[in-house]
């Protein structure tokens, strides 16, 4: 199920613009961003940044359900375009990469192996007209001739990725994954959603305020023949 809806869009204007700290503007639907009359130090904040918050739900030993509710994001500008980010991200993007933050929770003792995760319902809008940056990548280069013997030269640059930023979809291609890990004798499934997505093409960001999924369970092995 899929469903959009109404947001507010806050800017944050520099200090020194005085009483005018906030522009507030409601948007049915899609928010338009001019972003050509903004000011190029100016970073924009969507709804009201916090940390994802995350609910789960044990209806059977088959399936897990979960949610998460992400309020907003902040996107700072650079040389290269906005950088996006989220209180309490994860990691995100790889070098070359849109520069969007992921949000991830770990679920600990369930009582199957996952399967697959299935999406029941998403809450999205789209921002429009809104560079992201590639993620900085970090290049070897040859130290200084007075550097000390053994001395790395690290560079960073900011290189797109071509198989990214020159096609017309929105990147990351899915909105939730997990992955399993084990510590000591207890099993852990590490839940990663992405709620936002880039198309460089078009320009536009999707961002994900609401995500709601299942885990699909399998009995565990005890052991013995398949």
């Known amino acids: 199920m899929h469903e959009k809806r109404v947001e507010n869009m806050r800017r944050v204007l520099p200090a020194a613009r005085g009483s005018a700290a906030t522009v507030l503007c409601g948007v049915l639907l899609t928010w338009r961003l001019a972003l050509s009359c903004l000011a190029d130090d100016a ?31 902040r996107a700072d500008p650079t040389p290269s375009g906005y950088v996006l980010s989220i209180p309490g991200q994860a ?47 970090r290049i070897r280069e040859d130290p200084p001739m007075d550097a000390p013997e053994g001395r790395t030269a690290l560079r960073s640059v900011s290189r797109p990725s071509r198989a990214v930023y020159e096609t017309d979809a929105f990147w990351p291609s899915r909105v939730a994954g997990f992955t399993e890990a084990c510590a000591g004798t207890q099993r852990l499934v590490r839940v990663e959603c992405f709620p936002l997505e880039y198309n460089p093409v078009r320009r536009i960001v999707r961002y994900t305020s609401r995500i709601e999924g299942r885990l699909i369970l399998e009995p565990a092995k005890t052991g013995g023949n398949p």
């Not at 969507?46 to 994001?73: K, L, M, N, R, Y």
């Not at 199957?112 to 921002?127: F, K, N, Q, S, Y």
């Open 43 to 73: 970073p924009l904040v969507v709804g009201t940044p916090d940390a994802a918050v995350w609910t789960w739900q044990s209806p059977g030993p088959t399936v897990e359900c979960f949610g998460v509710t992400i309020d907003g994001f």
């Open 91 to 137: 990691q995100g993007s790889g070098p070359g990469d849109p520069a969007l933050p992921s949000v991830a929770a770990v679920r600990p003792d369930l009582p199957g192996i996952v399967a697959r995760i299935e999406l029941d319902h998403v809450t999205w809008t789209e921002v429009t007209n809104i560079a992201v940056a590639p993620v900085v990548s």
